[in-house]
């Protein structure tokens, strides 16, 4: 029976929002539709704001159905979604901070992105004064424990963030995370922007999904242009996902298992990755392929020399994926360290609607290139692996079999390949649109509001969102040294949750 | 395990040849490196890389550094976890307004000789987010900046030519 069909007429439909419909709500059906969240019985995919509304977009996991729905905030406040289910905390705090609409009875209102430092505070609202007061982390009460306190600067090369951990000993008791660091204020600098630009910008909120979030905002501006991009646009579209799908993994297997100093996977998996770098470059000039997907097709067609460096890799890349597998699967003092490390309960990862490796190594068998799937994967035969254990070992091995399939799919895509144009001339219209991407971290949901050509308003919600919580749970009980291992096995990313 | 350590012990290095240092790079150098500071540091030079908002990209290509075929620390450079540690900071980001406050006291942490390199469009000018609420942009209205490396990202080799022309110039 559909959850979404009662609220959806209890409310009224926008005209021009696809592929899925939007309705705006009164409070009441608001509220009854956090309930059905916190219920179990609907998945929350993105919740944001805009000066004088609130919208949120869910999908009810039995129907697989999905739909947008929207409050009007006249005074300023929404009830809040964040009581009655947790994963909307944080996206209430940066509704708080960025467009200053607050939820009515939240338990934690801290700021979250303002960290206090812009000119002004509410920036994409009405602006008002920064935050004077400094951050509190929570308490924690409790003999004989200490506080790690650790970045936002880190040892390794990686992206700023907070670590607040609380220690019993070796054992960590609690992780409290403080982000925002890296935020650049995208969707401030979207408004307004060509589709073009806004594209740019959006295959920079975090540099390795770029095509993962080029070809999400494609979709989406598509969606509300109702165009459809030539077939062979799109199929070249997910080549280049995958590409950077099996680059991100192979990148990770080799990292996590430096995390527990077992460096030559590294050395071995870094030179795989660069191999795939080189031969993304070869085709599409680019070793990340950035700005290489934009709306209404590809900037660039793949270059025959492309193709060929793509056709001599593939066979070593899946010979040598293969013997680094054995080595991970063999060496017992690798396995002791990542199995049973870093624990996600399954029951966490469906309420947080977790995406990627996270949510599949805990049983959640969601990929949104199969439902609600999109071109070119509805042509393209592929299984989505999903494991029950939760831990970095099944985490791991989630990268592995997703590797074993992109490699695949990218043979079917080679030789399927459609000919014809790339790009399609885009119509200056208005429209609104909603994508689902999956990227190699997970489902990145982009929806946008197109005003005679130009973004009116975008918002980007990165998969980590509803991951970043779960490493708070995946930490505990484990010890400190295990961190980097557990941390690295998400691998979150700190710009696409910062904006 | 066996398998694998034979045939690196039996395959011909992964490793490149190092490329040269552009000579724009060098000259735009000449000043900021000066002469009795690159004694003193000899041919190696300890970099602490900091982020400072970028989208990550620029570190995917900082740690490409570290593999076999560009093979970084054979010329003398090497990361370090400290900024005590260091001689170079690497910042990428366009200065986040929320990073501020921690690069410049990574800075103040670092030891004088030190210099700054901006890798990166956006540590070198601001890039595509130079204009907004949230970023200083290019790393040069916080810090003083010795050298500027362009790209979205920079690929490692050119990384890897700035920081030889550190090293050299």
């Given at each position: 029976m559909s959850l979404l069909i009662p609220l959806l007429d209890a409310g009224t439909q926008a005209p021009q929002h696809h592929p899925w419909p939007r309705a705006e709500l009164d409070r009441e059906a608001w509220t009854r539709l956090t309930l059905h969240l916190a219920g179990g019985?609907?998945?929350?995919?993105?919740?944001?704001?805009?000066?004088?509304?609130?919208?949120?977009?869910?999908?009810?996991?039995?129907?697989?159905?999905?739909?947008?729905?929207?409050?009007?905030?006249?005074?300023?406040?929404?009830?809040?979604?964040?009581?009655?289910?947790?994963?909307?905390?944080?996206?209430?705090?940066?509704?708080?901070?960025?467009?200053?609409?607050?939820?009515?009875?939240?338990?934690?209102?801290?700021?979250?992105?303002?960290?206090?430092?812009?000119?002004?505070?509410?920036?994409?609202?009405?602006?008002?004064?920064?935050?004077?007061?400094?951050?509190?982390?929570?308490?924690?009460?409790?003999?004989?424990?200490?506080?790690?306190?650790?970045?936002?600067?880190?040892?390794?090369?990686?992206?700023?963030?907070?670590?607040?951990?609380?220690?019993?000993?070796?054992?960590?008791?609690?992780?409290?995370?403080?982000?925002?660091?890296?935020?650049?204020?995208?969707?401030?600098?979207?408004?307004?922007?060509?589709?073009?630009?806004?594209?740019?910008?959006?295959?920079?909120?975090?540099?390795?999904?770029?095509?993962?979030?080029?070809?999400?905002?494609?979709?989406?501006?598509?969606?509300?242009?109702?165009?459809?991009?030539?077939?062979?646009?799109?199929?070249?579209?997910?080549?280049?996902?995958?590409?950077?799908?099996?680059?991100?993994?192979?990148?990770?297997?080799?990292?996590?298992?430096?995390?527990?100093?077992?460096?030559?996977?590294?050395?071995?998996?870094?030179?795989?990755?660069?191999?795939?770098?080189?031969?993304?470059?070869?085709?599409?000039?680019?070793?990340?392929?950035?700005?290489?997907?934009?709306?209404?097709?590809?900037?660039?067609?793949?270059?025959?020399?492309?193709?060929?460096?793509?056709?001599?890799?593939?066979?070593?890349?899946?010979?040598?994926?293969?013997?680094?597998?054995?080595?991970?699967?063999?060496?017992?003092?690798?396995?002791?360290?990542?199995?049973?490390?870093?624990?996600?309960?399954?029951?966490?990862?469906?309420?947080?609607?977790?995406?990627?490796?996270?949510?599949?190594?805990?049983?959640?068998?969601?990929?949104?290139?199969?439902?609600?799937?999109?071109?070119?994967?509805?042509?393209?035969?592929?299984?989505?692996?999903?494991?029950?254990?939760?831990?970095?070992?099944?985490?791991?091995?989630?990268?592995?079999?997703?590797?074993?399939?992109?490699?695949?799919?990218?043979?079917?895509?080679?030789?399927?390949?459609?000919?014809?144009?790339?790009?399609?001339?885009?119509?200056?219209?208005h429209g609104e649109g909603l994508s689902l991407t999956e990227s190699f971290r997970g489902d990145v949901l982009i929806w946008l509001r197109l005003r005679d050509g130009r973004v009116e308003r975008c918002h980007l919600r990165d998969p980590s969102w509803f991951q970043w919580p779960l490493l708070e749970t995946a930490v505990f009980g484990n010890i400190v040294a295990d961190f980097p291992l557990c941390n690295k096995s998400f691998n979150c990313s700190y710009s696409g949750a910062d904006l | 395990m066996r398998r694998t350590l034979l045939e690196s012990l039996t395959r011909r290095p992964a490793t490149e040849p190092a490329p040269v240092p552009d000579a724009a790079d060098l000259a735009a150098l000449a000043q900021a490196v000066d002469g009795a500071a690159r004694r003193r540091l000899g041919r190696s030079l300890a970099i602490r890389q900091v982020d400072a908002g970028s989208c990550n990209g620029c570190e995917l290509e900082i740690h490409a550094l570290n593999n076999p075929y560009y093979d970084l620390e054979r010329f003398g450079l090497h990361f370090v976890a400290s900024p005590r540690h260091a001689d170079v900071l690497l910042v990428t980001g366009p200065v986040t307004r929320n990073m501020r406050e921690a690069l410049e006291r990574t800075w103040h942490a670092t030891p004088e000789p030190k210099w700054v390199v901006a890798a990166g469009d956006c540590a070198a000018t601001g890039g595509l987010f130079a204009t907004s609420y949230a970023c200083h942009g290019a790393v040069d209205t916080i810090l003083p900046v010795a050298l500027r490396i362009a790209g979205c990202p920079p690929t490692p080799t050119a990384l890897l030519k700035g920081l030889l022309a550190l090293l050299q110039g």
């Open positions: 019985e609907l998945d929350l995919l993105g919740l944001w704001g805009e000066p004088d509304r609130v919208h949120m977009a869910v999908r009810a996991p039995e129907t697989g159905e999905i739909a947008a729905f929207t409050l009007l905030c006249p005074v300023g406040t929404f009830p809040s979604v964040g009581l009655a289910h947790p994963p909307a905390i944080r996206l209430e705090r940066s509704i708080q901070d960025l467009f200053g609409l607050t939820a009515e009875g939240a338990e934690d209102t801290r700021h979250w992105l303002d960290h206090g430092a812009w000119p002004t505070g509410t920036p994409l609202g009405t602006p008002s004064a920064p935050p004077a007061h400094a951050y509190v982390f929570l308490p924690v009460h409790g003999d004989n424990l200490h506080e790690i306190p650790v970045g936002p600067v880190h040892a390794g090369i990686i992206e700023p963030g907070h670590f607040r951990f609380t220690a019993d000993g070796e054992t960590v008791v609690r992780l409290e995370q403080r982000l925002g660091y890296t935020h650049k204020g995208t969707e401030g600098l979207m408004q307004g922007a060509t589709l073009d630009h806004a594209g740019r910008l959006a295959g920079r909120v975090s540099g390795d999904a770029t095509v993962a979030y080029a070809a999400g905002f494609a979709r989406a501006a598509e969606a509300a242009l109702g165009l459809t991009p030539p077939p062979r646009a799109v199929w070249l579209r997910a080549l280049m996902g995958e590409i950077e799908r099996i680059a991100n993994h192979i990148g990770d297997f080799g990292a996590i298992c430096n995390d527990a100093s077992f460096a030559i996977m590294l050395a071995h998996c870094s030179m795989l990755r660069e191999r795939l770098l080189r031969a993304a470059d070869a085709c599409f000039g680019h070793r990340l392929m950035m700005d290489r997907v934009v709306p209404g097709g590809v900037a660039t067609d793949i270059a025959p020399a492309g193709v060929a460096a793509l056709h001599a890799l593939l066979p070593d890349f899946r010979e040598r994926l293969d013997q680094l597998v054995d080595l991970y699967d063999s060496t017992a003092s690798l396995l002791d360290r990542t199995v049973t490390t870093g624990f996600v309960k399954p029951e966490y990862v469906r309420r947080f609607a977790a995406g990627g490796h996270v949510g599949r190594a805990s049983g959640r068998n969601f990929d949104c290139r199969k439902t609600p799937g999109y071109a070119p994967y509805d042509a393209l035969h592929f299984e989505v692996p999903v494991l029950e254990e939760g831990d970095v070992n099944a985490r791991v091995w989630i990268r592995i079999h997703e590797m074993r399939t992109s490699l695949g799919l990218l043979n079917q895509l080679l030789d399927g390949l459609p000919s014809g144009p790339v790009r399609a001339e885009l119509p200056a219209g | -």
